[in-house]
């Protein structure tokens, strides 16, 4: 699995669970300075807003991806202003990016403080929304679980395709590579089967069971978070010794 393959799974990790710990390939908005989770990219990858930080996920920084994976709001709606007011209620400052990731304007403090407010209120609304109305958002996650999870078994069987040819080529590394991807994705289908229960239940108005299955997708998507980190460094490592090779190799 070569970069591409590896930013791809990144993006998908994002799509699946919110937040992700390294830079991917997607259309950069805003730079969020926070004082307590360091430098945090939000970005949009397959037409969803993801959270991408800089810092190494542990501590602070893996509690906040895990509290924004199992957010209500987020699994009920596929609204992540509850986890925006959290994050930039700690921000310094906020860069504007272009599509090149280009600055193109700045926020001060109550720049910040206004748009905080302004994703509390989208919260507040939700909260207020008719039971009907909640429930017809509702149907429209779900089927965009359904359709995410189609796309995450898609990209499973491209990395065991990948997996195969790369054992016919002698390619340990990749093997090692494509095997981990497919096995994450295998994680991210059943991080996305889990939050459609959890839709489901609060459909049923089961709300304890419900909250049951949130803190589950927190631990998921802490498990996936970490488990991508520690393979983040391999795979820099491998890279590195791809270079390497390459230049023993020239002419």
Do not use: W
């Not at 360091?38 to 895990?66: C, H, I, P, Q, T």
């Not at 400052?93 to 509390?120: F, Y």
């Not at 958002?137 to 069987?157: F, G, T, Y």
């Not at 390619?171 to 981990?180: D, L, P, Y």
């Amino acid at each position: 699995m070569r970069r591409k393959g590896f930013m791809k799974l990144a993006a998908a990790a994002a799509v699946a669970a919110v937040c992700f710990l390294l830079p991917l390939k997607a259309d950069a908005a805003e730079l969020i300075h926070s004082d307590e989770y360091g430098d945090v990219y939000v970005v949009n990858s397959e037409s969803r807003d993801s959270l991408v930080f800089m810092e190494d996920a542990s501590g602070k920084v893996l509690e906040f991806m895990k509290e924004s994976a199992g957010d209500p709001y987020f699994v009920r709606y596929n609204v992540m202003d509850a986890s925006l007011a959290r994050l930039k209620a700690t921000a310094s400052a906020i860069q504007v990016l272009d599509d090149n990731g280009e600055l193109i304007a700045s926020k001060g403090a109550a720049e910040i403080q206004q748009e905080v407010a302004a994703h509390l209120a989208v919260i507040n609304a939700l909260d207020a929304m008719d039971p009907q109305q909640q429930i017809i958002l509702e149907n429209q996650q779900l089927a965009s679980l359904a359709a995410l999870k189609q796309e995450l078994l898609l990209q499973k069987q491209d990395s065991l395709v990948k997996m195969q040819q790369a054992a016919a080529n002698g390619s340990t590394e990749e093997v090692i590579a494509c095997q981990f991807a497919a096995a994450m994705y295998d994680q991210m289908i059943t991080l996305s089967a889990s939050k459609e229960q959890a839709i489901l239940l609060y459909q049923q108005q089961s709300i304890p069971e419900a909250q049951q299955v949130l803190a589950s997708i927190k631990e998921q998507a802490g498990i996936i978070q970490r488990e991508i980190s520690d393979f983040a460094v391999q795979f820099k490592q491998l890279l590195v010794q791809e270079i390497v090779n390459e230049l023993v190799n020239l002419p």
